[in-house]
């Protein structure tokens, strides 16, 4: 991966450096607040994740609240996009943090089977079965032991456009995919194509492509696909990237064509909807979206960009795709104890507070009260996750091995860069993502 939370991309070169010294330098803890205690006083957990810029500070955020409740120091190191590579090397090192948080299902199931990861206490455990819908749960048990605490979330199933050219154009939001396929072209007649689509990131393309198979295949199969029970020539895929494919030709609904988005990244493809000079009408990704809107281009959520529920496909239910960071405590670790500790705390409320607050969140814990979100957007957004209980799917690719699912310019990304590049072929290009993902599974 990795894909922004699936947030927006990161890339840490100087990660490595940056854990060793932080693991040498542990009277830098990030918070001086008093302890109210006192029971981890003199200790130090050290967190590695993905996170960068605002990301990285708003968890800090949460970092010090668990300072301030229990006396210990925190050291946050970023890890770069590939966790699994970063932790390995710790590991062999001999200096693992105690405490990653593990962006992709499949890498989580990678450390467990590699016997990195220590059990979830008892404790943390019951917590988080109090305050988490079972889904959750059950991304992070491997074999049946629960390793991975879901603390952030991310709502991919959110499409977001700029109202002013949905008022030029004189559309209002669509309620089906056929529908927002119509609203597209009636957007470019009048001025403005469709979608920004940032095909250079193939993790994007994988998430439309989830949203589509989740909605018309349903639940059963998303999760017989994503762990490779069933085969990417099922019919089901070909009609999926069949639908997909009458998207990706039409230039009224690709802006620039395919050529253009294929060498368009992510955060442009928000810059040319939001963005001082608009190319597209809409954007699809997660609900990141409205953040960068509204820290890079000062588009405030809810007014001056808007998003609606991925539209059912042919019949089905509204999909609702989800991403998210699983907390994990690592065996080789210096302070588990105290890792796990802080791991208890991300399962309550309280942790997840502090983020919302600071806002470029999503929780997926129940119990958080949806006031402590900043706008009336991101409540709905929580909402809609909350709600959709154990309707939610996990992002597919996060799923599965990074080989297939997780790698710039391999497997499912390439393959999907590909297709967008000429759909002509859906039957085919099934039939080589069934191929890479008999290489990567291993079955």
């Not at 590579?85 to 450390?111: C, R, W, Y």
């Not at 049946?144 to 209002?172: D, I, M, R």
């Not at 940032?198 to 439309?208: F, H, K, Q």
């Not at 499912?412 to 191929?435: H, N, Y």
Request: hydrophobic share 40%; with cysteine; proline share 5%.
């Amino acid at each position: 991966m990795r894909r922004p939370s699936k947030t927006t991309r990161r890339t840490a070169a100087t990660a490595s450096a940056a854990l060793a010294l932080a693991l040498g330098a542990t009277a830098c803890g990030n918070a001086t607040g008093p302890a109210s205690s006192g029971e981890l006083s003199g200790q130090t957990v050290t967190v590695a994740g993905v996170w960068t810029g605002s990301e990285q500070q708003n968890f800090k955020k949460v970092l010090d609240a668990f300072t301030e409740k229990t006396g210990a120091k925190t050291v946050f190191v970023p890890s770069g996009d590939n966790v699994s590579t970063f932790v390995g090397s710790k590991i062999e090192g001999g200096n693992a943090p105690d405490v990653v948080m593990v962006p992709q299902v499949g890498v989580l199931q990678q450390f467990a089977k590699e016997g990195w990861l220590q059990p979830l206490s008892d404790q943390t455990a019951r917590k988080a079965g109090s305050t988490l819908a079972p889904v959750w749960r059950n991304y992070g048990t491997v074999d049946g032991t629960y390793y991975g605490l879901y603390f952030k979330a991310a709502h991919k199933s959110t499409v977001w456009y700029a109202p002013e050219a949905f008022a030029q154009a004189g559309v209002n939001e669509p309620t089906n995919y056929a529908d927002l396929l119509k609203a597209g072209r009636t957007l470019a007649d009048s001025g403005r194509p469709a979608f920004a689509i940032a095909g250079e990131d193939g993790w994007t393309l994988t998430d439309w492509f989830e949203n589509v198979y989740l909605s018309q295949a349903g639940p059963e199969k998303y999760d017989q696909l994503a762990q490779h029970k069933l085969k990417w020539t099922d019919d089901s895929v070909v009609k999926a990237l069949t639908t997909l494919g009458e998207l990706f030709k039409d230039k009224q609904l690709v802006a620039g064509g395919a050529q253009t988005a294929l060498s368009t990244d992510f955060p442009t493809s928000v810059a040319q909807v939001f963005g001082p000079e608009p190319k597209a009408g809409m954007v699809y990704e997660g609900d990141f979206v409205g953040g960068i809107a509204k820290d890079q281009f000062g588009k405030k959520p809810g007014k001056d960009a808007k998003f609606f529920p991925f539209p059912a496909v042919d019949g089905g239910k509204a999909p609702v795709v989800s991403g998210g960071d699983a907390a994990v405590v690592l065996k080789d670790a210096k302070n588990a104890g105290a890792g796990m500790k802080l791991l208890e705390f991300l399962s309550g409320p309280e942790a997840a507070e502090v983020w919302a607050r600071a806002g470029g969140f999503l929780s997926p814990n129940k119990e958080l009260d949806l006031t402590a979100y900043g706008d009336e957007i991101t409540r709905s957004t929580a909402d809609s996750l909350i709600a959709a209980g154990d309707s939610i799917r996990f992002d597919m690719s996060d799923q599965a091995p990074a080989a297939f699912g997780g790698t710039k310019g391999a497997g499912e990304w390439k393959l999907l860069q590909d297709f967008l590049r000429d759909p002509s072929d859906p039957r085919g290009t099934a039939a080589k993502l069934e191929a890479e993902a008999a290489k990567a599974y291993g079955n």
